[in-house]
């Protein structure tokens, strides 16, 4: 399983950003996928999980509403909206694929790990 978020960068407070994760298309058929994030000195932090359907999505109830997660299979690929940005959300983002077609917020249900991109939000 090859995973490969991209889309960070350096972004102001308030402001929005999309980060994708490129996948497999044997991945985005048969696994949930999921977006976490990793601030310095902090545990990693799951923020959202989509099925492999597309239809059925969780999310970290601190995120819900600024965070917003979807998918296209026909592209073998996974979104994050983020929006109204904020300091606190500067880490690196991860997308995951989960062990089954049903996502969760754990992230021992994750075995399969793309490297991730930086997100900043300056003040």
């Known amino acids: 399983v090859q995973l490969q978020a991209f889309g960070g960068g350096l972004v102001q407070a308030g402001g929005s950003l999309r980060l994708s994760c490129a996948t497999s298309?044997?991945?985005?058929?048969?696994?949930?996928m999921g977006w976490f994030r990793q601030a310095p000195g902090k545990e990693r932090e799951f923020i959202a999980a989509i099925s492999w359907n597309g239809g059925s999505t969780t999310y970290a109830d601190s995120l819900k509403g600024r965070f917003t997660i979807s998918g296209d299979n026909a592209k073998n690929m996974v979104y994050l909206e983020m929006n109204n940005l904020k300091p606190e959300d500067t880490a690196v983002y991860h997308c995951a694929a989960h062990r089954r077609s049903y996502g969760s917020k754990d992230v021992s249900d994750y075995p399969y790990w793309g490297q991730g991109t930086k997100v900043t939000v300056s003040s």
């Open positions: 298309r044997r991945t985005v058929s048969n696994n949930a």
